[in-house]
C-alpha cells in the first residue's frame, strides 16, 4: 500500500521560510514522477512543483519559481519542498503526490497517490 505522509507546515510571516517533507513508502518511488500541489480556500488544487522519475529534472509553477525548490533523497523516499520569501497568496493546503508513470505532468488527475496534506499559512 502506498503512502505519502507530509509534514513541516505551519504559520509563517510574509518573506519568512518553511520546509515541507514527504514521507513515501509502499511503492518503487525511485521511477516514480513526484510532486508537490496545493489548494487555497475555494479554490482548485494546484500544482507546485514536481521531479521526473529520473530525479534529474525538475519542474515549478511560475508563481513560486526562484522562491521555492523541490528536492528529493539519496534512497528516493523523501521529498522535499523549501519555501522561501513566502507571501500570502502562498497561503494553502500543500499536497504530496506520486505518478506511476515517470513522466512528468502538471495536472492534478495524472497522479495515483496523494498525502493527506499539510497547512501553510502565511500572515501578512
Known amino acids: 500500500q502506498v503512502q505519502l505522509v507530509e509534514s513541516g507546515g505551519g504559520l509563517v510571516q510574509a518573506g519568512g521560510s518553511l520546509r515541507l517533507s514527504c514521507a513515501a513508502s509502499?511503492?518503487?518511488?525511485?521511477?516514480?514522477?513526484m510532486g508537490w500541489f496545493r489548494q487555497a480556500p475555494g479554490k482548485e488544487r494546484e500544482f507546485v512543483a514536481a521531479?521526473?522519475?529520473?530525479?534529474?529534472?525538475?519542474y515549478y509553477a511560475d508563481s513560486v519559481k526562484g522562491r521555492f525548490t523541490i528536492s528529493r533523497d539519496n534512497a528516493k523516499i523523501t521529498v522535499s519542498l523549501q519555501m522561501n520569501t513566502l507571501k500570502p497568496e502562498d497561503t494553502a493546503i500543500y499536497y504530496c503526490?506520486?505518478?506511476?508513470?515517470?513522466?512528468?505532468?502538471?495536472?492534478?488527475?495524472?497522479?495515483?497517490?496523494w498525502g493527506q496534506g499539510t497547512q501553510v499559512t502565511v500572515s501578512s
Open positions: 503526490a506520486a505518478r506511476t508513470s515517470g513522466n512528468y505532468r502538471r495536472r492534478v488527475e495524472d497522479y495515483d497517490y
Open positions: 509502499g511503492g518503487t518511488f525511485s521511477s516514480y514522477a
Open positions: 521531479f521526473s522519475g529520473s530525479g534529474i529534472t525538475t
